[in-house]
C-alpha cells in the first residue's frame, strides 16, 4: 500500500499521542481522496478477538481489520460524568449534545493547552466498570479500555505488561492530567429556577452594579415630588437578560432602552430600568441581607456579584468592591460554599478585592457551584494543562458489573471529564459505521490492520483452533469506504476459507460486492452467512436520517447481486421508527421490497433510546416533525424502550407480513454463527422463544445518523 507523499510526521499526526509510542505503529497518512481523515496504520499483534464470555452472541471470535468506530473503546464512561464545556460550565455527559462546543487540548509549541472544539457524536452501550479514586477525591468510572492523560502519556485503565493485552496501563504510580472536581459533584450544581438562588443573584447583581434612586423633589406651589428609579446598565446581555427574567418572576416588570453606543473601545450598553415606586420599594426588600440564606441564596450571590464586579484574568478570578458589607457576604458565601479564598489589601482608591486561590481547580468549583450567566469570564480556553491538584491515583478498583456507558468524539479527540483529560473513541462523527461520505460522516482517526490477512493465517493455523464461527461487522463494518483502498477483506476470506472456519459478515457497505466471487467460493468451502442493514425504505425520510449512507436501492441490489451467486442473504431492519415506519402501507413495501431483491429473511426490532441518545433523537425529531412529539414523548416517558403494548402491536402487525411475504427465519445456524431465529419483535428472543416475553432486549442507538440495528454485543446476536 503505497500512498506516495501523503505519509505524516508524529507531528503532524497529533490527534492520537498515544500510537506514537507504541511499536506497531507504522505510518500515519492523509490523502486527498479521504478529505479530512488521518489513517494510522498499525502492525497488528492478533487479529481474533474473543467476544466476553457473559455474551449472549451465536459466536464466540469475531475479526474487526479496522478500528474506526469500534464498541470495544467506545462508551467508556458513568453517563453522570461531568463534562467542561466551551462557555466553563460542567454538566454531566448523559445530557452533552452533538455539535455542542466543549473543551478538549490540543499540544502548541512546548505545551499542552486547553482549546474549544466540538462533540461531533455521542454512544451509549455496556461496559464493565472501573472506578478510578484520585488523592482530591475525584472518582471517575470508566470501562478498562478507555483512556486519560497522565504525566507520563495516555495510559488505558487496564492492562498488562506482556502477552496479547500488553499496552500502557494506569497504575497508583501515576499522576492524572487536569485539574479535577475538587468535591464537585452533579448533585452540587446550583437550582438556577430555586427562588433562593434567584434572590440571591438579584443581591449580587443590583447591590454591585445596579442604581437605585430615591430623591424627594419640593415644588416652589408646596408640596413635592417623589422619584424612586432602578436601573441596571451592563454590556453583557446574558446577565442584563438573566436579571430582567428573575425580576419578571418576582412580578417586577422593567423597560429596556440603549444606554450607550458602541465606540471603537467600547461595547455598546444596554439598561433595564423601572420608575415605579411599587417596584422599587419591592427590589429594596428583595435585595436586603438575609438573617439565615440557604446554599442556594449564596450560590446566586456569587454569581450575581461576579457578574456585576467580577473578572477572571490571566487565570486569577477576583471580585472587587468598596462596601464592607458586600466584601463580607461574598467571603461568607464562599466559605459555606467551600471556595478557597483571601480578602487583598486596599488599593488607593479604596477597592479591594476577594481573590479565588487554588488555581483552576476552584476556579472551576466556583463557576460550577454558583453558575455565573457572562460566558467570556469563564472559558478557559488558551491555558495550559497543568494543575496543582492533587490527582494521583489513589485506587483503581473493578467493580465487577456490567453497567450503562456513554463516550463522545470530539474535534480534537478528547475532552475533559470530572476535570481529568480523557481519550475519546476512534469514531466517525455521526454514524458507528465508516461507509458514509468522507469529511461529513467518517471520524477523522481510522486505525487500519494493515497486516490483518497475514497475522490472522498463522493465529488459525495453530493447532489450538477449534474453528469456531467468526463473525464480520460486530463491531466496525468492514466494507467501510476506506476497505476500497486498503482491500483487508479478500485476505481475510481466504484465510478462514482454507482454514475450514465458518463466517458471517454483516454490513450496511455495498463494497461487498467487490469480492462476491471469492465469497461464493468460500461458502463451498465452509458455512458462510451474509446480512444487509436496510431500516428504512423511504427514500426522502432514508436521505433524512441516514444522510450520506448507501441508498436503499443500493444495498437491496447488494442483496440480489448476492443471492444471483447462490448464497442466502438476510435483511436487518432495525429499528423501527414509531409512527414514522411502522404503517402498514410501510412494512408492507419494505417486505416486497426485501423479498423482490432475494432476501431470505428480515429480522427487525423497535426503536430504543437510551439516556444521551434520547435527546439527540428527539432533537432532531423536533425539527423535521413536530407533529410527533407529544406522541413520543408518551411513548418513551417511562425509559428507552417502548412500552411492551407498543412492540406487541408491532409484532402483531409485522409477523403476518413476514408469513405472506415469506421472510420468517425460524433457525439458528451455530456453523456460522449467523441468525436463523425467529423474527426479532423488539424483545429479543432466546433460540426457539416468541419474542413477545421479557429478557434482554435490542438496543438499537438511533439518533439519526445512527439508525441502522445498532445493537449493543453484550444483549443481541448482531451488530452492523
Not at 485539574?179 to 443573584?201: M, V
Not at 479527540?413 to 461529513?440: E, M, Q
Not at 402483531?652 to 405472506?660: D, G, S, V
Amino acid at each position: 500500500m503505497r500512498w506516495s507523499g501523503q505519509e505524516l510526521t508524529t507531528e503532524q499526526a497529533g490527534a492520537l499521542p498515544g500510537l506514537a509510542r507504541l511499536n506497531n505503529l507504522v505510518r500515519s497518512v492523509r490523502t486527498p481522496e479521504f478529505d479530512g481523515i488521518t489513517f494510522h496504520e498499525v502492525l497488528a499483534k492478533s487479529a481474533l478477538n474473543r467476544v466476553p464470555g457473559q455474551s449472549a452472541m451465536p459466536f464466540g471470535w469475531t475479526i474487526n481489520p479496522y478500528r474506526g468506530c469500534s464498541h470495544a473503546c467506545t462508551y467508556c464512561l458513568s453517563p453522570e460524568t461531568l463534562i467542561l464545556m466551551a462557555d466553563g460550565r460542567q454538566k454531566p455527559l448523559w445530557d452533552v449534545k452533538v455539535g455542542e462546543a466543549i473543551i478538549g487540548t490540543r499540544v502548541e509549541g512546548s505545551y499542552r493547552r486547553f482549546v474549544q472544539t466540538t462533540v461531533l457524536a455521542a454512544w451509549n452501550t455496556r461496559k464493565r466498570g472501573h472506578r478510578i479514586t484520585l488523592g482530591d477525591g475525584t472518582e471517575i468510572v470508566a470501562s478498562g479500555d478507555h483512556r486519560f492523560l497522565t504525566e507520563r502519556g495516555w495510559k488505558f485503565v487496564t492492562g498488562s505488561m506482556s502477552g496479547d493485552g500488553q499496552r500502557p496501563y494506569l497504575t497508583t504510580n501515576n499522576k492524572l492530567m487536569g485539574f479535577g472536581l475538587n468535591g464537585l459533584t452533579e448533585t452540587t450544581q446550583p437550582q438556577y429556577f430555586a427562588p433562593s438562588y434567584r434572590r440571591g443573584y438579584l443581591t449580587g447583581m443590583i447591590r454591585g452594579d445596579g442604581m437605585m434612586i430615591s430623591r424627594d423633589y419640593p415644588r416652589r406651589t408646596g408640596g413635592g415630588s417623589k422619584v424612586r428609579l432602578f436601573r441596571l446598565a451592563l454590556a453583557d446581555p446574558e446577565a442584563l437578560n438573566r436579571t430582567r427574567l428573575f425580576l419578571d418572576q418576582e412580578d417586577i416588570h422593567t423597560l429596556t432602552r440603549p444606554f450607550s453606543a458602541a465606540s471603537e473601545t467600547r461595547r455598546a450598553i444596554n439598561s433595564i430600568y423601572s420608575g415605579k415606586a411599587a417596584n422599587y420599594a419591592q427590589i429594596t426588600t428583595l435585595i436586603a441581607w438575609p438573617e439565615s440564606p440557604d446554599v442556594d441564596w449564596h450560590a446566586g450571590y456569587l454569581a450575581g456579584v461576579f457578574d456585576a464586579e467580577g473578572s477572571c484574568s490571566q487565570g486569577v478570578l477576583r471580585i472587587s468592591n468598596k462596601d464592607d458589607a458586600i466584601l463580607a457576604n461574598i467571603q461568607r458565601s464562599m466559605e459555606v460554599l467551600g471556595i478557597d479564598h483571601v480578602l487583598e489589601d486596599a488599593r488607593p482608591n479604596g477597592v479591594r478585592c476577594v481573590r479565588v486561590t487554588g488555581g483552576l481547580a476552584m476556579r472551576s468549583k466556583f463557576f460550577n457551584l454558583s453558575g455565573p450567566a457572562i460566558d467570556r469570564k469563564l472559558s478557559i480556553a488558551g491555558r495550559a494543562v497543568k494543575s496543582d491538584a492533587k490527582l494521583q491515583i489513589v485506587s483503581i478498583e473493578d467493580l465487577g458489573a456490567t453497567m450503562d456507558m456513554i463516550d463522545i468524539t470530539t474535534g480534537t479527540g478528547d475532552f475533559i471529564a470530572n476535570g481529568i483529560v480523557s481519550h475519546n473513541c476512534f469514531a466517525r462523527p455521526t454514524h458507528n459505521y465508516l461507509d458514509l461520505d468522507a469529511g461529513k460522516d467518517f471520524d477523522n482517526e481510522i486505525i487500519v490492520k494493515v497486516n490483518v490477512a497475514e497475522v490472522l493465517r498463522k493465529e488459525l493455523a495453530k493447532p489450538t483452533w477449534g474453528k469456531h464461527p467468526v463473525a464480520l461487522g460486530t463491531n466496525t463494518d468492514p466494507y467501510q469506504r476506506a476497505e476500497g483502498r486498503y482491500r483487508l477483506m479478500p485476505g481475510i476470506i481466504a484465510a478462514l476459507a482454507d482454514s475450514g472456519t465458518p463466517f458471517s459478515i454483516l454490513t450496511k457497505g455495498t463494497l461487498l460486492r467487490r469480492d462476491l466471487d471469492l465469497l461464493a467460493e468460500a461458502s463451498r468451502q465452509v458455512p458462510v452467512d451474509l446480512a444487509l442493514s436496510i431500516a428504512i425504505y423511504d427514500d426522502a425520510l432514508q436521505q433524512a436520517v441516514e444522510p450520506g449512507t448507501p441508498s436503499t436501492k443500493a444495498r437491496l441490489a447488494t442483496v440480489t447481486a448476492i443471492r444471483e451467486k447462490g448464497m442466502d442473504c438476510s435483511v436487518f431492519m432495525m429499528p423501527i421508527l414509531p409512527f414514522l415506519t411502522d404503517t402498514r402501507a410501510h412494512l408492507d413495501e419494505a417486505m416486497r421490497q426485501a423479498k423482490a431483491a432475494g432476501a431470505t429473511g428480515v429480522l427487525y426490532s423497535a426503536l430504543y433510546l437510551k439516556p444521551g441518545v434520547k435527546e439527540w433523537y428527539f432533537h432532531w425529531l423536533e425539527e423535521d416533525h413536530p407533529e410527533l412529539m407529544p406522541r413520543y414523548r408518551e411513548l418513551y416517558k417511562r425509559g428507552a424502550y417502548a412500552p411492551k403494548e407498543y412492540r406487541q402491536w408491532l409484532a402483531e402487525r409485522i409477523h403476518p407480513l413476514l408469513r405472506a411475504h415469506g421472510l420468517e427465519r425460524r433457525r439458528e445456524d451455530p456453523a456460522t454463527g449467523g441468525i436463523r431465529s425467529t423474527a426479532l419483535t423488539g424483545s429479543a428472543t432466546s433460540p426457539g422463544g416468541t419474542g413477545s416475553g421479557s429478557g434482554p432486549q435490542p438496543a438499537g442507538l438511533v439518533p439519526p445518523s445512527l439508525i441502522a440495528a445498532e445493537l449493543p454485543l453484550d444483549l443481541t446476536p448482531t451488530l452492523f
